[in-house]
């Protein structure tokens, strides 16, 4: 069975800062990898994907995430926090074949003046 | 592009009573899905269907029904509501489901409480 850990509920970063969120999977085959953004009171919205190829993946609003085969690792990054990415933000993963995508719990990303 | 439409935004019920939760996309996507979310609980599949005039179960499909009425329409309903089906349920659909790296689309949710 495939699964998704994303080990903090809440990362705080000042402005200005690099940001990491952390999400970890398993899965018994290939992964497909994927990181959304949930902002109050709204649907998720995509912001990139990992399915093969070079490790880093660039998608939106400058996040960028780097996969980590041999940690299983994805984790969510940008090199300058601004104060309206605060959102929660949520890690999924599909195995290729497999026909459901999985999500962690998501972890709130609070990004002070 | 309206992308995905959910109705409605909020509701209410008593236990007992039904309700049907109505999406709707104008991508001309394959697939449609709908989860809920709990807080602490991340996203949860309730049901998918990965083409049209095909539904599967998802992880918690019990006391739930699904239509994918055409390629547009997948309606979620709730036959006898219980105070645990107190969630907001988000309707998604994506170029192809099964096994696809195809990123899911979302709509805005609906909030519903059952009392």
């Known amino acids: 069975a495939q699964s998704v850990a994303q080990p903090e509920d809440q990362v705080n970063v000042a402005e200005g800062n690099p940001l990491t969120v952390k999400c970890t999977y398993s899965?018994?085959?290939?992964?497909?990898l994927f990181w959304y953004v949930q902002y109050p009171n709204r649907g998720l919205q995509f912001l990139l994907k990992?399915?093969?190829?070079?490790?880093l993946v660039k998608g939106s609003y400058g996040f960028e995430a780097e996969f980590n085969k041999s940690q299983t690792s994805f984790h969510l990054k940008k090199p300058s926090a601004l104060v309206s990415d605060s959102a929660l933000y949520f890690c999924a993963v599909r195995e290729g074949g497999y026909s459901t995508l999985t999500f962690g719990k998501g972890t709130m990303l609070l990004v002070s003046p | 592009n309206a992308g995905v439409t959910q109705t409605p935004k909020f509701q209410v019920l008593k236990t007992g009573q039904s309700m049907t939760l109505q999406c709707a996309q104008d991508?001309?996507?394959?697939?449609m899905y709908w989860y809920r979310q709990d807080p602490g609980m991340g996203l949860r599949l309730i049901y998918y269907s990965a083409s049209e005039g095909t539904t599967d179960k998802g992880e918690v499909p019990n006391g739930y029904n699904v239509s994918r009425l055409n390629k547009r329409e997948f309606s979620l309903r709730l036959e006898s509501a219980a105070p645990s089906q107190t969630s907001v349920y988000f309707c998604?659909?994506?170029?192809?489901?099964?096994?696809?790296?195809?990123?899911?689309?979302f709509g805005p949710g609906t909030r519903l409480t059952v009392t």
């Open positions: 998604a659909s994506s170029e192809e489901g099964r096994g696809s790296y195809y990123e899911q689309y």
């Open positions: 991508m001309n996507h394959n697939s």
């Open positions: 899965v018994s085959g290939n992964p497909y």
């Open positions: 990992y399915i093969t190829g070079d490790n």
